[in-house]
C-alpha cells in the first residue's frame, strides 16, 4: 500500500504562504507605482488575496462562516474601487 506524503494540510499551508507572497508583491509595486492605477490595481490585488486567504481556510477549519466574510469583503472592495475611481476623476477633472 502505497503512503500518502503529500496531505491537504500541506497543501492549503502551501496556497496561503503562495497568495501571502503575491501579497507582499504588491506591497512593492505599490510602493513603486508610478500612477494611481497602479495603486488601483494594487488594492485590488490586496482584496482578491485576502478573499482567497479566507476561503482557503474555511476550507481548511471547515468553517463556512468565514465565507460570509469573504461575501462582505466582496462588497466593500466594490464600493471602494467606486469611490475610488470617483476621486479619480474629480482629481482629473473629468465629470463623473
Same mark, same amino acid.
Given at each position: 500500500?502505497?503512503?500518502?506524503?503529500?496531505? *491537504?494540510?500541506?497543501?492549503? &499551508? $502551501?496556497?496561503?504562504?503562495? +497568495?501571502?507572497?503575491?501579497? =507582499?508583491?504588491?506591497?512593492? @509595486?505599490?510602493? @513603486?507605482?508610478?500612477? &494611481?492605477?497602479? @495603486? %488601483?490595481?494594487?488594492?485590488?490585488?490586496?482584496? #482578491?488575496? =485576502?478573499?482567497? &486567504? %479566507? *476561503?482557503? *481556510?474555511?476550507?481548511?477549519?471547515?468553517? +463556512? #462562516?468565514? +465565507?460570509?466574510?469573504? &461575501? #462582505?469583503?466582496?462588497?466593500?472592495? $466594490? $464600493? +471602494?474601487? $467606486?469611490? %475610488?475611481?470617483?476621486?479619480?476623476?474629480?482629481?482629473?477633472?473629468?465629470?463623473?
Amino acid at each position: 500500500m502505497v503512503k500518502n506524503v503529500f496531505s *491537504m494540510d500541506a497543501f492549503f &499551508i $502551501i496556497v496561503i504562504i503562495f +497568495l501571502l507572497l503575491n501579497i =507582499g508583491l504588491g506591497l512593492i @509595486r505599490l510602493w @513603486r507605482g508610478p500612477s &494611481i492605477a497602479d @495603486r %488601483l490595481l494594487t488594492t485590488q490585488l490586496f482584496g #482578491t488575496a =485576502g478573499m482567497a &486567504i %479566507l *476561503m482557503v *481556510m474555511a476550507g481548511y477549519l471547515n468553517d +463556512l #462562516t468565514l +465565507l460570509n466574510v469573504v &461575501i #462582505t469583503f466582496n462588497v466593500l472592495s $466594490i $464600493i +471602494l474601487v $467606486i469611490c %475610488l475611481v470617483q476621486v479619480w476623476k474629480k482629481k482629473k477633472g473629468e465629470a463623473p
